[in-house]
Structures are given as C-alpha cells and as structure tokens.
C-alpha cells in the first residue's frame, strides 16, 4: 500500500519558518522525483519545488531564496524547509511522487494546511 503522509504544517507568522515532511512508504523512493504542490482555494495547484532522484532542485519563482526541499534515501522522506514565510504561502501543501520515466503509478499525499499570518 502506497503512503504519503506529510507533517510539520501550522499556523506561523509572517517571516517564521516551518519544516514539512513527507514519510513515504509503498514505493521505490529512490526511483522516485518527489515534489510539493500547494493549493488555495478557487485556484490551481501550482508546483512550489521539486527534486530529482540525484538531488537536482527546482524551485517556483515566488519560493525561490526562501523554500529548500531536500530528500532523505535512508528515511524515504522529502522535506521542504521554507523561511521568510508570508501570508500569500498560505495553502494547502501536497507531496507527489513520480517514478518518470521509470514507469509506475504517481502518487499524491492527503495535503497539509500551512497558514501564515501577517
């Protein structure tokens, strides 16, 4: 059975710092891109960052400077570390797997809500 399970969301305020987790489980992380999405209501999700199975990150403009996402072989863990936090990161944020071009299933985490106060 496949897992996703994020952690470390919350309420912070404007230019606080918090640290998401993504616990994998059920797939082959190491063949695996792993990214974070967010998602406010009314809009699109909109990709946030993204990291390789090498290590080579992306980063959207809004986050670029503020977020790190990083990934953990041995715990099958993504993070996201993200500082300078302002109100307008306030969403909803997802985990997403993807095992291109390799072949296989993507897969979603149930979402986190992140909130940041001004």
């Known amino acids: 059975q496949v897992q996703l399970v994020e952690s470390g969301g919350g309420l912070v305020q404007a230019g606080g710092s918090l640290t998401l987790s993504c616990a994998t489980s059920g797939i082959e992380f190491s063949l695996n891109r792993m990214a974070w999405y967010r998602q406010t209501p009314g809009k699109e999700r909109e990709l946030v960052a993204r990291i390789t199975i090498t290590g080579i990150t992306d980063y959207s403009e809004s986050v670029k400077g503020r977020f790190t996402i990083s990934r953990d072989g041995a715990k099958k863990t993504v993070y996201l570390q993200m500082n300078s936090l302002k109100p307008e990161d306030t969403a909803v944020y997802y985990c997403?797997?993807?095992?291109?071009?390799?072949?296989?299933?993507?897969?979603w985490g149930q979402g986190i809500q992140v909130t940041v106060s001004s």
């Open positions: 997403y797997a993807d095992p291109s071009p390799y072949g296989g299933s993507r897969y």
